[in-house]
């Protein structure tokens, strides 16, 4: 009779490897998945696939130790990890301002000189100059400036509540001094 060997071990996923600090686990993780990786990639974002395949297997280093065998092959997890980086790097792409032209090559329109306009922009210019002057102040950096309100605390000195506070109650002032609502006394 012989003596019954045992059975080797069932292989330790890849993927528990790479997320013990294995050597060489990850390059066994790039050779095994890399193609798959790359082909999603190529689909996603054909001008910018090397470095989407990059951010991938970062991406897949750092999660390595979330994946789970019940809940799937590590195939479908690294082609899962895949896909939500390739569309995490679209909507960033998206959310960015595309190529900006210089101002000189921009066409404006030109101001529009109807007595209806030219009436409300005095209402609006009358109703900026009744308000206080910190609010004005305030107003015209956020508005004509494109100052942040952060920008704005550190560029007068004012603690950023009061910086809101100022551009919240200056624009109602003005909006009801354009609708022609009067102030509440208290």
């Known amino acids: 009779m012989q003596p019954q060997l045992d059975e080797p071990p069932a292989a330790t996923p890849l993927l528990a490897r790479v997320?013990?600090?294995?050597?060489g686990a990850v390059r066994a993780c790039l050779d095994a998945f890399g193609g798959l990786v790359w082909s999603i990639a190529r689909r996603f974002e054909p001008?910018?696939?090397?470095?989407?395949?990059?951010?991938?297997?970062?991406?897949?280093?750092?999660?390595?130790?979330?994946?789970?065998?019940?809940?799937?092959?590590?195939?479908?997890?690294?082609?899962?990890?895949?896909?939500?980086?390739?569309?995490?790097?679209?909507?960033?792409?998206r959310r960015r301002p595309s190529a900006t032209q210089p101002i000189g090559?921009?066409?404006?329109?030109?101001?529009?000189?109807?007595?209806?306009?030219?009436?409300?922009?005095a209402r609006a210019a009358n109703a900026l100059a009744q308000l206080r002057p910190e609010q004005r102040?305030?107003?015209?950096?956020?508005?004509a400036h494109g100052m942040s309100h952060g920008e704005i605390a550190a560029h007068t000195g004012m603690p950023l509540g009061t910086v809101k506070a100022h551009v919240?109650?200056?624009?109602?002032?003005?909006?009801n001094a354009l609708l022609g609502v009067q102030p509440e006394t208290p």
């Not at 090559?105 to 922009?121: F, G, K, N, Q, R």
């Not at 102040?137 to 508005?143: E, H, I, M, W």
């Not at 919240?168 to 909006?175: C, E």
Request: aromatic share 4%; charged share 30%; no cysteine.
């Open 19 to 23: 997320a013990a600090g294995e050597s």
């Open 47 to 93: 001008d910018d696939a090397e470095d989407a395949v990059q951010e991938i297997f970062l991406d897949l280093w750092r999660s390595a130790g979330s994946y789970d065998a019940a809940l799937g092959s590590e195939a479908t997890f690294i082609a899962t990890i895949a896909r939500r980086r390739l569309i995490d790097r679209q909507r960033t792409r």
């Open 105 to 121: 090559e921009l066409e404006l329109e030109a101001p529009t000189t109807s007595p209806d306009a030219s009436a409300e922009a």
């Open 137 to 143: 102040r305030v107003l015209v950096l956020a508005t």
């Open 168 to 175: 919240r109650r200056g624009l109602i002032s003005i909006r």
